[in-house]
């Protein structure tokens, strides 16, 4: 046999070989991507096979909380699965976050997201232990609006007249907060910005000592949420002069908006959501959210929303994605103009 010949045949059974195992590992690739895919549907329509933990980064009694306890509990009747609200305050929201974006991508803990934590902490903090884009959004479930309030002896019945005031007597009127960096010191901030005025912030341990110098006449005014202010509003001790939404507030419906008060392009809405750890199975991701959506549809948790000052809002996960992404950037802007740092 001339070597040609031979050289064919050896390159001929190369080729098959090369042929039969090419063959073998399209099977192999096929086989496990179909295992994959199957074990993921598995996996998906298992879920939830434990308790779920959601972690609230800031303490009881706030909205965030009001929030992820009132979805929670109806997320427990609906996954079938006992829902556990943690909460870990402490920095800014920052320890409480970050524990929620180094925990397992699994669906099993979750993060009630707010304002502070992934729009105003992540500019505020030089290293705030996570980044505010490793999280999957889930849902947003809950809007507020700010209020502008003042206490009745200022002789400003109306936002025009506060604001001429403030222009009349720059450095003179003090507005308080629960302290440096907060979403009330930031919304004060950015009304000193939007109005022209010079006003002082005072900052302190909490809402319920600023509220309590607002209704003593320590202080002028405040930018702050209804429920701590609901009560005192209605008893006359605190006189709201607008929400700073585009739409009126449902429970202060005689209250005008910012915008119909004089004050057009000041609107502060704090937000609530769940998201979750980067890595969550996409899957997992939609039906939390199915949940959620069906959760905040129902008149009980509304309800419970509702007497919080809160208002309900579902949405799709990319809608909320936007609306973190916008956010963040309205709110690290206002931080650097107001130069606040805690550390």
Same mark, same amino acid.
């Given at each position: 046999?001339?070597?040609?010949?031979?050289?064919?045949?050896?390159?001929?059974?190369?080729?098959?070989?090369?042929?039969? @195992?090419?063959? +073998?590992?399209?099977? $192999?690739? /096929?086989?496990?991507?179909?295992?994959?895919? !199957? *074990?993921?549907?598995?996996? &998906?329509?298992?879920?939830?096979?434990?308790?779920?933990?959601?972690?609230?980064?800031?303490?009881?009694?706030?909205?965030?909380?009001?929030?992820?306890?009132?979805?929670?509990?109806?997320?427990?009747?609906?996954?079938?699965?006992?829902?556990?609200?943690?909460?870990?305050?402490?920095?800014?929201?920052?320890?409480?976050?970050?524990?929620?974006?180094?925990?397992?991508?699994?669906?099993?803990?979750?993060?009630?997201?707010?304002?502070?934590?992934?729009?105003?902490?992540?500019?505020?903090?030089?290293?705030?232990?996570?980044?505010? @884009?490793?999280? +999957?959004?889930?849902? $947003?479930? /809950?809007?507020?609006?700010?209020?502008?309030? !003042? *206490?009745?002896?200022?002789? &400003?019945?109306?936002?025009?007249?506060?604001?001429?005031?403030?222009?009349?007597?720059?450095?003179?009127?003090?507005?308080?907060?629960?302290?440096?960096?907060?979403?009330?010191?930031?919304?004060?901030?950015?009304?000193?910005?939007?109005?022209?005025?010079?006003?002082?912030?005072?900052?302190?341990?909490?809402?319920?000592?600023?509220?309590?110098?607002?209704?003593?006449?320590?202080?002028?005014?405040?930018?702050?949420?209804?429920?701590?202010?609901?009560?005192?509003?209605?008893?006359?001790?605190?006189?709201?002069?607008?929400?700073?939404?585009?739409?009126?507030?449902?429970? $202060?419906?005689?209250?005008?908006?910012?915008?119909?008060?004089?004050?057009?392009?000041?609107?502060?809405?704090?937000?609530?959501?769940?998201?979750?750890?980067?890595?969550?199975?996409?899957?997992?991701?939609?039906?939390?959210?199915?949940?959620?959506?069906?959760?905040?549809?129902?008149?009980?948790?509304?309800?419970?929303?509702?007497?919080?000052?809160?208002?309900?809002?579902?949405?799709?996960?990319?809608?909320?994605?936007?609306?973190?992404?916008?956010?963040?950037?309205?709110?690290?802007?206002?931080?650097?103009?107001?130069?606040?740092?805690?550390?």
């Amino acid at each position: 046999m001339s070597d040609s010949k031979i050289n064919r045949q050896r390159h001929g059974k190369i080729a098959g070989r090369r042929w039969a @195992a090419g063959h +073998v590992v399209a099977a $192999l690739v /096929a086989a496990i991507t179909a295992f994959v895919s !199957v *074990h993921n549907t598995a996996q &998906a329509q298992a879920y939830p096979a434990k308790p779920i933990r959601i972690i609230v980064p800031l303490p009881v009694a706030n909205p965030p909380d009001f929030v992820a306890r009132v979805v929670g509990q109806y997320l427990t009747t609906s996954l079938g699965q006992q829902v556990i609200v943690d909460n870990r305050p402490g920095a800014g929201g920052t320890i409480g976050t970050a524990a929620v974006a180094n925990s397992p991508g699994d669906g099993y803990t979750l993060l009630l997201a707010s304002t502070t934590t992934l729009s105003i902490s992540p500019s505020l903090y030089s290293n705030p232990g996570y980044d505010p @884009a490793a999280f +999957v959004p889930i849902s $947003l479930a /809950a809007t507020a609006p700010f209020l502008i309030v !003042v *206490h009745p002896s200022l002789p &400003a019945r109306t936002l025009k007249e506060l604001i001429a005031l403030a222009k009349a007597r720059p450095g003179q009127l003090n507005f308080g907060s629960a302290g440096s960096g907060t979403p009330l010191h930031i919304a004060g901030e950015m009304l000193k910005t939007t109005a022209g005025v010079d006003i002082v912030h005072v900052p302190y341990k909490g809402v319920v000592p600023a509220v309590t110098d607002l209704m003593s006449g320590r202080i002028q005014l405040m930018i702050e949420q209804l429920y701590p202010l609901v009560e005192f509003i209605h008893s006359g001790r605190i006189r709201p002069l607008a929400v700073a939404s585009a739409k009126r507030h449902p429970q $202060l419906p005689d209250v005008p908006t910012t915008a119909e008060a004089g004050l057009p392009g000041y609107e502060v809405v704090g937000w609530m959501g769940l998201v979750a750890p980067r890595g969550t199975p996409a899957d997992v991701a939609r039906r939390l959210n199915a949940e959620v959506v069906k959760a905040l549809q129902t008149k009980d948790v509304r309800d419970g929303l509702f007497t919080q000052g809160l208002q309900p809002s579902g949405s799709t996960q990319e809608a909320f994605a936007a609306l973190i992404a916008a956010e963040s950037v309205r709110w690290s802007r206002a931080v650097k103009t107001s130069g606040a740092k805690v550390d």
